[in-house]
């Protein structure tokens, strides 16, 4: 599976996500452009768990965390009347990679399970910290004051706009993760996962590498926590519960992790049939549950895998 | 074939003029709560009770033709935000209704008024929609939060009651109900005591309190947190020792699971399912005999809910763009409510009774809720001065 | 603060840490022999509760309930081994936790479309519902004590079965090398499907000892199961012996804390920040526990042995 066909099939998906607000305005159904937008805006938090659980094998089940810091990073300043969205994105990513940081430092030098349940109690501190904030309230959490301003005539009040930079920014990480995969970097962390005993023998210091990607991740994460808080006008500390990293990592597993584009894929079905179960019958978790059984256990490659032009994971 | 084709045409395009003198829009309206997991059976006791209304009302709401469209937030407010995008934008609902969490509401009801639709909680009452975010199309059929202990609050500071020990889970509802409790009862508390959300095991704090010798203990603790702290005070000996006051923790969901251990126990609350008036009477015996079981207070708002809406569509003439005509209506809350006769606010919350309840062993030898008394006539909510809104 | 109120608090972490171990013994037998990381060991615990009320519905009997509820869980155990989990032992501990949290999200719907959404009613048993006297001023429930007694009833049976019998041989063997004990010709495939009925027993014993004094409801499982999955992590995974003494440390900390920490925060900080910050503290300290646990040991304090 060459990468030509692999961009030329990203490729494809960009277009017809750029599509999508045409049709939706063909169609007369506006609210298909907020669904799709809320998607890709969990695509851009499941490629950031991606690259540090598809590729570096770290199993976080606190990634949630970052959204929840994200969106507390946009609300935050706007309710002190700083509303630009070039102070407050940046001050997510950093606080997010500075949590990054001090979770990773101590949760990387445990592993397998041991790591999963680290990184777990480290989402629930944050969150019960959360709740009790009162003047951020609490768990009833914050309204927006008013959306981030990019200023001139991107105005993230009109949905359209904030649609295309939504698309833009998954665009940007999409190109940015290929580059890395393929570079130095990445060829370190997929080493880390596939036998990091040699790695180590072979004189690389894989704990920096580790914990650097992680960092990377969190602040990725953070910037969707930002968008989030944007989409909804709303947050509250449940952004960082535990519940909200198994659903992100759902995602992941489903689109085809160790890929960029799985996830993407992935964020997608979760959310669409979300949407579309739970409008059928109130049991839909019965019909989820068992679908998540199937795919882990006969469809390995998650939904990448049966694409065409999709496929083998990267290295 | 060509006259065939000519009679064709003019058969479809008579059809085509004729179609315009159309039916009355269908009046849809999105329903909003929560339907999977543990909190579905609150969402249950709502839409049961919805459906109820529209038997009653005949399956027409105002006397149009009515589509219910229920959505599940899965206790999510992003969730319940994207829900009520989808019943603004894809199925075009004239009124939205429902939402049990505060969170949620926070969420669902500022962007349902900022599109122009008129918005009927039934459950949540977070203090900002009743203060400063009040809004001409928010109206609620429930309460606002603190007004329920306030009322507690009153009857224990009227009984000279004194001791009190009061509990909650850290969180901001909790935290609301014990400030409410303390803004009408100004007795002597001797522990104020906030537990994990969501804690199952109560026997440590259970003996702090035995330690600390309170003579009445407070607490507030919905849900499953409630069935549990009753079930181990109880078995803690405490039941008939200390006398158990309560808000939201003892009700018709609560009292099955538990038994004997909710026996006694006083509550207080603006409805209650032997509230003596028609409207009630026809609503808790038809509920019971169509879904075989008791209904709580969700549900009685969620079916005044439907006859509020039913008053002001009725009042409009069907016409569903006379919003103002809508507002207006459904400030005179002109309909039978289940709690009888109120009057609402300026804010669009309404101004009621509230009545101290008990457990007791009810005629057929179940535990039931009864009212004793009233506690508040005409109570209006601690927030309605932030609301600017006037008419 | 009386002395009498210490040793109260005591008894109750110890009886709270009892009750983690025996969910936390099944849990980690399985993950520790069969290297299974069982996520919906937790809906077991819940099955176990529903049985337990369902059975004492139909013969009236506790004692009949609680015997029918074991060998119903232990049934489903197998049964959902059989069918759903034999393919996972050769996975990575990923899939495992997340075919294993699809089966959680199935459990907790199956056991709503059976018995609906509404919590039922369970509750102590009349003969164990009084108080027992254990120091003067002292008056502890029966029912609780009774708990205590059934988990370290479980231990010492785990820990005779484990090291004492030829079962906990072929179980200990098969552990260590899986293959060796097939080419020996034992029956591991059986051999698995025990042991994960074993673990399924457990945790549904844990369950219907919960139901009367917590919720029996769709999803009662998850709250405790976080609680369990920290306490197998302190105590070092696959170890028996590690997920006793994690439990009582855990239910020790956890209880003492949400005792004696806003007391004790109230004398160094003012009151109204000792009322906010102490409970938040108080729930986040098991994980605290953990994180520091993990950073001087992060094996846990018992790590198992394994090849």
């Not at chain 1, 992680?214 to 952004?239: D, H, I, K």
């Not at chain 2, 009057?343 to 535990?367: C, M, T, W």
């Not at chain 3, 009236?60 to 959902?80: E, R």
């Amino acid at each position: 599976m060459t990468s030509r066909r692999r961009a030329l099939t990203m490729a494809v998906a960009l277009a017809a996500l750029a599509a999508v607000p045409l049709a939706a305005a063909a169609l007369n159904q506006p609210f298909y452009l907020d669904l799709f937008r809320r998607i890709m805006i969990f695509a851009i938090a499941a490629v950031s768990l991606d690259i540090i659980l598809g590729y570096g094998g770290m199993v976080s089940l606190g990634h949630a965390a970052y959204l929840g810091i994200g969106a507390y990073a946009v609300a935050i300043p706007a309710l002190h009347g700083l509303h630009s969205a070039w102070l407050q994105w940046p001050l997510a990513m950093a606080l997010s990679g500075l949590a990054a940081l001090v979770i990773g430092a101590v949760s990387l030098r445990t592993s397998g399970v041991y790591f999963i349940m680290i990184t777990l109690a480290f989402a629930q501190m944050l969150y019960y910290v959360g709740i009790s904030i009162e003047p951020w309230g609490g768990d009833d959490g914050m309204r927006l004051p008013g959306r981030s301003r990019l200023g001139g005539p991107l105005d993230l009040g009109d949905p359209h706009v904030f649609y295309y930079v939504v698309l833009a920014i998954l665009a940007v990480l999409l190109l940015a993760g290929e580059r890395v995969i393929h570079a130095r970097f990445g060829t370190v962390i997929r080493a880390v996962k596939s036998n990091e005993a040699r790695l180590q023998a072979i004189g690389v210091a894989s704990f920096r590498y580790k914990l650097a990607v992680f960092v990377l991740a969190g602040a990725v994460c953070g910037l969707a926590g930002a968008l989030l808080a944007n989409q909804t006008e709303y947050l509250t500390p449940s952004y960082m519960h535990w519940t909200r990293s198994g659903d992100i990592m759902v995602m992941v597993i489903l689109g085809g992790m160790g890929t960029l584009a799985g996830p993407v894929l992935g964020a997608a079905a979760f959310l669409l049939l979300e949407n579309v179960l739970s409008a059928w019958t109130v049991h839909w978790q019965a019909i989820l549950g068992p679908l998540l059984v199937l795919v882990v256990l006969y469809a390995r490659g998650g939904l990448w895998s049966l694409v065409p032009g999709g496929g083998a994971r990267d290295g | 074939m060509r006259t065939l084709k000519g009679a064709l045409i003019l058969v479809l395009v008579a059809g085509l003029l004729a179609a315009p003198a159309r039916a009355a829009e269908t009046l849809k309206i999105g329903f909003i709560t929560s339907l999977s997991g543990p909190a579905g059976i609150i969402g249950k006791h709502m839409k049961d009770s919805v459906e109820l209304a529209l038997d009653h009302l005949g399956r027409k709401v105002g006397g149009l033709e009515t589509e219910v469209i229920y959505g599940d937030d899965q206790r999510k407010p992003d969730v319940g935000k994207q829900l009520a995008d989808e019943m603004l934008k894809k199925h075009r609902v004239h009124f939205v209704s429902g939402v049990i969490w505060s969170n949620v509401m926070l969420a669902v009801a500022p962007t349902v008024t900022g599109a122009g639709t008129l918005m009927v909680g039934t459950n949540a009452g977070p203090h900002e929609l009743a203060g400063k975010m009040c809004h001409e199309l928010y109206f609620t059929t429930s309460w606002q939060n603190d007004q329920t202990p306030e009322a507690m609050g009153k009857y224990m500071q009227d009984q000279g009651l004194t001791d009190v020990y009061a509990m909650a889970p850290n969180y901001a509802a909790g935290k609301d109900m014990i400030s409410g409790f303390k803004r009408y009862f100004k007795g002597k508390i001797v522990g104020e005591v906030y537990t994990k959300l969501g804690q199952q095991d109560y026997q440590a704090e259970i003996t702090q309190l035995r330690a600390a010798n309170p003579k009445v203990v407070f607490v507030f603790y919905p849900g499953d947190m409630g069935i549990q702290f009753l079930k181990q005070y109880a078995q803690a000996g405490l039941r008939g020792q200390i006398p158990l006051y309560s808000v939201y923790t003892v009700d018709e969901i609560s009292i099955p699971a538990v038994g004997e251990a909710a026996l006694g126990n006083f509550e207080t609350r603006y409805w209650s399912p032997d509230l003596k008036n028609e409207a009630n009477a026809k609503y808790v015996g038809d509920f019971k005999k169509k879904f075989g079981y008791t209904p709580t207070f969700y549900g009685a708002q969620s079916y005044d809910g439907i006859m509020l809406i039913d008053s002001a569509v009725r009042a409009v003439k069907g016409d569903l763009s006379n919003k103002k005509g809508m507002v207006a209506a459904m400030r005179k809350a002109d309909f039978k409510s289940t709690r009888g006769k109120f009057a609402y606010n300026h804010n669009h919350h309404p101004i009621q009774n509230f009545y101290l309840l008990r457990s007791v062993k009810g005629a057929g030898g179940e535990i039931e809720m009864q009212i004793q008394k009233p506690v508040f006539e005409n109570h209006k909510d601690a927030y309605h001065q932030d609301c600017p809104m006037k008419w | 603060m009386t002395g009498l109120l210490v040793v109260e608090q005591l008894l109750n972490g110890l009886q709270l840490g009892v009750m983690l171990f025996l969910v936390a013994a099944g849990l980690t037998l399985v993950f520790g022999i069969m290297n299974l990381v069982n996520l919906a060991h937790g809906s077991l615990y819940m099955v176990g509760a529903y049985f337990a009320v369902a059975f004492l519905g139909w013969t009236g009997s506790f004692a009949a309930a609680v015997v029918l509820a074991l060998l119903a869980t232990l049934a489903v155990g197998m049964l959902v081994e059989v069918v759903a989990l034999r393919t996972l032992y050769e996975r990575d501990h990923l899939d495992q936790v997340l075919a294993t949290f699809g089966l959680i999200l199935f459990f907790n719907e199956a056991v709503a479309i059976v018995w609906g959404r509404a919590a039922l009613f369970a509750s102590v048993p009349p003969a164990l519902g009084g108080f027992v006297e254990l120091l003067p001023g002292l008056r502890y429930p029966v029912y609780r004590a009774v708990i205590i007694l059934v988990g370290l009833a479980v231990a010492l049976l785990l820990y005779v079965v484990v090291s004492r019998t030829r079962l906990g041989m072929l179980i200990r063997a098969g552990a260590s090398n899986r293959t060796m004990v097939a080419a020996l010709g034992v029956n591991i495939r059986l051999l698995y499907t025990i042991v994960f009925g074993f673990g399924a027993a457990l945790a549904g014993l844990g369950g219907l000892m919960a139901g009367p004094i917590y919720t029996v409801q769709p999803g009662m499982g998850e709250e405790l199961l976080i609680e369990v999955l920290v306490v197998i992590v302190i105590g070092g995974i696959g170890s028996i012996r590690g997920a006793l003494v994690g439990a009582v440390v855990v239910g020790m900390v956890d209880t003492l804390g949400r005792a004696f920490l806003k007391p004790m925060l109230a004398t160094v900080v003012s009151p109204a920040a000792a009322d906010s910050a102490g409970p938040a503290l108080a729930s986040m300290l098991i994980y605290i526990l953990m994180a520091a646990v993990l950073y001087f040991r992060p094996q846990g304090l018992f790590p198992a042995a394994r090849s």
